[in-house]
């Protein structure tokens, strides 16, 4: 694999960024009903799907910080789109915090209040404030972040419920996808609860949002990293039980550069130290993901010892990310090499050169997957992002 420069890497990621978004831009949005489409498959073409929370919120988050990047009036534009649709369809008026899913014509189809899905509204709402100073769109992630303190706090053992009924009250199926175990705390939503506050507490630092952010790098800490492995740990019960034995290299690489950053955000020092070696620890037990082409492995059970050999777009994306992020933090080269093959990989193999964007995944033979390009889950955010991050490390190291 030949080797970049950090500045030929900064040249590519920005190509890659205006590629990504001009894609978003060109076959998601929905003129007929408003909004975005809900799923697109691999050819770009728009299906009738329900319209997720999660795909309109990370649509909002990642054309804000495109915009915040690069100014361009085209990405405002479609994060104001995004914006008035999560306000004028998502938005439970009379219970506060969002809806699941709509249908494709905007009407109600899932009012849960997943809590996984308010983190990323706050996260989006937040990233909007910074982009446009639009006093409303604060008011409303300071008011979901309340909403999850009040409801999905857990006074007893800390941490978060996974899911409510749509006023907040208990619900049975607290699962956030099919794939997804039913238990009370998984590591998912409290990682993108503290990636959601964190980003919130750059706008407003308030000091009960700071102090919810130290108690999730808390549970990071003593429940949901395992202090044996360094792996990750999925599902628990209300009182912290481990109900899993998968290993996710994405989470792990993902985990490790976001911790690191919420503990920098709130500048507390003594977590920021333990994160920083706790990110190293992290890439390296992640890299155990890692193939020789440069691709990270999707998931490993260690009871079964059974590999997922599939190669998803999102572990990649964050692999770019926190491999660079520990290279940052050790300056040993390795880690920059790994982000670097990790993109090398995603160029030879996961981008769509025909139709655009990235494959949902590979197989273990680098077949394509023919699954959506955009949908429920499939969004801009994981691959956007880790363009929009890496190039402002690299503004930063120049």
């Not at 792996?231 to 976001?258: M, P, R």
Request: hydrophobic share 40%; charged share 20%.
């Amino acid at each position: 694999m030949g080797s970049l420069t950090i500045e030929q890497y900064q040249q590519e990621l920005t190509t890659e960024l205006n590629h990504l978004l001009q894609w978003w831009s060109a076959y998601t949005v929905d003129e007929q009903q408003g909004g975005f489409y809900g799923q697109v498959n691999y050819l770009n073409q728009a299906e009738s799907a329900a319209k997720g929370l999660v795909l309109n919120a990370r649509i909002l988050y990642t054309f804000s910080s495109a915009y915040l990047l690069t100014q361009q009036k085209q990405y405002l534009a479609m994060a104001q789109r995004a914006y008035r649709y999560l306000l004028d369809f998502f938005h439970d008026e009379p219970n506060g915090g969002f809806y699941w899913s709509l249908n494709p014509d905007g009407t109600l189809l899932d009012g849960k209040k997943q809590v996984y899905g308010q983190a990323f509204a706050i996260y989006a709402l937040s990233e909007y404030y910074k982009a446009t100073q639009n006093q409303q769109a604060l008011e409303l992630a300071k008011v979901t972040y309340q909403l999850l303190e009040k409801y999905s706090y857990d006074e007893v053992y800390t941490g978060y419920i996974e899911a409510h009924d749509q006023a907040w009250g208990l619900i049975a199926d607290l699962r956030l996808s099919e794939k997804d175990q039913n238990e009370k705390k998984s590591m998912n939503t409290h990682l993108h609860v503290i990636e959601a506050y964190a980003n919130l507490y750059s706008v407003w630092p308030n000091g009960a949002l700071k102090n919810a952010i130290v108690q999730l790098l808390n549970n990071f800490r003593e429940h949901i990293v395992d202090s044996k492995t360094s792996h990750l740990q999925l599902f628990f019960t209300e009182n912290w039980q481990v109900k899993s034995s998968l290993v996710s290299f994405g989470h792990d690489i993902e985990a490790a550069w976001l911790l690191c950053e919420a503990a920098e955000i709130i500048n507390d020092q003594t977590r920021m130290a333990y994160f920083k070696q706790l990110a190293l620890k992290m890439a390296d037990v992640a890299a155990k993901g890692l193939a020789e082409n440069g691709g990270l492995l999707y998931e490993y059970d260690a009871t079964t010892n059974h590999w997922i050999k599939e190669y998803h777009w999102w572990p990649q994306a964050e692999a770019m990310v926190g491999f660079f992020n520990a290279w940052q933090l050790s300056a040993k080269e390795q880690y920059l090499q790994q982000s670097l093959n990790t993109w090398s990989f995603v160029k030879s193999c996961l981008k769509d050169k025909v139709n655009g964007e990235w494959f949902w995944g590979v197989d273990e033979n680098l077949n394509p997957m023919d699954e959506v390009k955009a949908g429920f889950w499939k969004c801009p955010y994981h691959n956007g992002r880790a363009c929009i991050e890496l190039i402002k490390r690299i503004s930063r190291i120049n």
